[in-house]
Each structure stands twice: as C-alpha cells, then as structure tokens.
C-alpha cells in the first residue's frame, strides 16, 4: 500500500511476525524469559518511550523529515524508536495478541468514529 506520508517510501517492508520471532529468539537464548512478564515489558517500554521523548525534548517545533538534524541524532531516533517497537511487539506477543490484525482493526474502527466529512 501507498504510504500517505510525503516522503518517498523507499524502505524495504519488515514484518511483525519476523521482528517478533527475533526478539523472542534474542530472549530464549539469553534465557531472558523469566523476566519479560506483561508487566515487566511494560514497563520497559514505557521507559523506553521516555528516552525516545528525551530525544525531542527542549528541541521546540521539529519540522517533518527532520531536515535539520544530524546524522547521530537521526541515528540516536532510530535506535529509541526501535527500542519501542521492539518491546511494544513482545508486550503483544506474551499477552497472545496479534498485532497486526489488531492494528489493522483498529484502524477500521477509527475511520467508523472519525468519517469523513465534506
Ligand atoms: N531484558 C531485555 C533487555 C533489553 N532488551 C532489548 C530490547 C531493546 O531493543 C533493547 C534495550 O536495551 P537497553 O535496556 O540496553 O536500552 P538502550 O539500548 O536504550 O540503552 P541505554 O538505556 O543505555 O540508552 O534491548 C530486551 O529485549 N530485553
């Protein structure tokens, strides 16, 4: 599909059930499992969210693209934002979710709520 954004997609699509098999990979071999409950992961990626904020922060208004930033700091972004989705993904898989179906729904809804008007 299309992305609506105004930037050129030029990525090569990844999907949730690979990332989500990784980090469950990268989790099992280090014998992570114990740890990574509902509620820790929760709270990881909460904190996560935090350092991704930390990154905005003091910044003001940042235009879309964000033109102006360096290089490290785009690459500081990438990292925290992955480090959100990477929890966000295992929060879904420990508590049985399909995430993408459950996005994909959502987003059915939302346009029922929101419609659009002329
Ligand atoms: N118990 C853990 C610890 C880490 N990770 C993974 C998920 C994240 O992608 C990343 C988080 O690692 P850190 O806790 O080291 O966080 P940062 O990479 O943000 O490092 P720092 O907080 O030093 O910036 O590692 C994980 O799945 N389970």
New binding site residues.
């Given amino acids: 599909m299309e992305s609506t954004n105004k930037f050129p997609r030029k990525f090569k699509d990844v999907s949730l059930e690979e990332l989500r098999d990784k980090?469950a990979e990268?989790?099992k071999v280090r014998n992570?499992d114990k740890?990574?409950s509902p509620r820790n992961l929760l709270l990881?990626l909460v904190g996560?969210v935090g350092?991704l904020s930390e990154i905005f922060q003091w910044k003001g208004e940042v235009e879309r693209g964000l033109p102006n930033w360096s290089s490290d700091d785009k690459k500081h972004l990438e990292?925290?934002i992955?480090?959100v989705l990477?929890?966000l993904v295992?929060l879904a898989d420990v508590c049985g979710l399909d995430l993408g179906q459950a996005a994909l729904s959502k987003i059915v809804k939302n346009a029922q709520k929101y419609p659009l008007r002329d």
Avoid: G, K, P, R
């Fill in positions: 980090v990268f989790a992570w740890f990574h990881a996560e350092e990292e925290e992955s480090d990477l929890y295992q």
